[in-house]
């Protein structure tokens, strides 16, 4: 629960700094029932994109819908199966790569296959503007390969019959810059279990914990 309080923060820190650098459009891929198209002023006179499964984004539109009455004109809703479609499907719905974009893929990675990820990472390295960027949070490769792996990785792996989604991705400790360049990006960053704690967990919080198996990193087009 500590990785996950720091993630949002984290993310919703970067977010905020490119805002104020001036993005065009945000795509969030993966979004679930976030909330950020809808909690950040700023983004109302931005482009957003949430990018789902499609039965996963007709609970949440039926949610923004009994929330704000309709739904809001700068979010469009991109039903995607990122194991089964091509994220070039973007472009059907709008998406400009002229625009310099901010792209979040928060919680999403490790559910994918290697095919998957790599092409994700390939539209946003060739369909974005420069300066536009991606972050996202992934596992160290290690903790899936492990004899003793964490408690909620083994709950996760145990429920996948029933969920349909498997922790089957991960990037080894140490080789997340190395993985980023091979892809075409730069600017890299990558935030540790104990760069996150360092943070946000201080004073009465500073005895909360952040998995050490988690991390973030985010990265630039065109750098």
Request: glycine content about 8%; hydrophobic content about 40%; charged content about 30%.
């Amino acid at each position: 629960m500590g990785f996950l309080a720091a993630r949002r923060r984290y993310i919703d820190d970067y977010l905020l700094e490119r805002l104020a650098d001036g993005i065009e459009q945000l795509v969030i891929l993966g979004a679930g029932l976030d909330s950020r198209a809808y909690r950040f002023e700023q983004l109302k006179s931005r482009r957003v994109f949430e990018v789902d499964a499609p039965a996963a984004q007709r609970d949440k539109i039926a949610k923004i819908r009994k929330i704000f009455g309709v739904l809001p004109e700068n979010v469009t809703f991109v039903p995607i199966d990122f194991n089964e479609e091509n994220i070039r499907k973007l472009f059907d719905f709008g998406y400009d790569r002229r625009k310099k974009t901010v792209f979040i893929w928060e919680g999403v990675v490790h559910y994918l296959t290697v095919e998957a990820v790599d092409q994700t990472l390939a539209f946003v390295a060739g369909n974005s503007a420069p300066g536009s960027s991606i972050i996202f949070d992934y596992l160290h490769a290690s903790a899936l390969a492990t004899p003793e792996k964490r408690g909620e990785i083994v709950r996760m792996q145990r429920t996948q019959r029933f969920t349909g989604e498997g922790l089957v991705f991960g990037i080894e400790e140490g080789k997340i810059e190395e993985f980023l360049r091979a892809r075409g990006f730069g600017g890299i960053v990558n935030a540790s279990a104990d760069d996150l704690h360092k943070k946000y967990f201080s004073g009465v919080n500073e005895k909360r914990t952040v998995a050490p198996v988690y991390a973030i990193a985010y990265a630039s087009v065109g750098t």
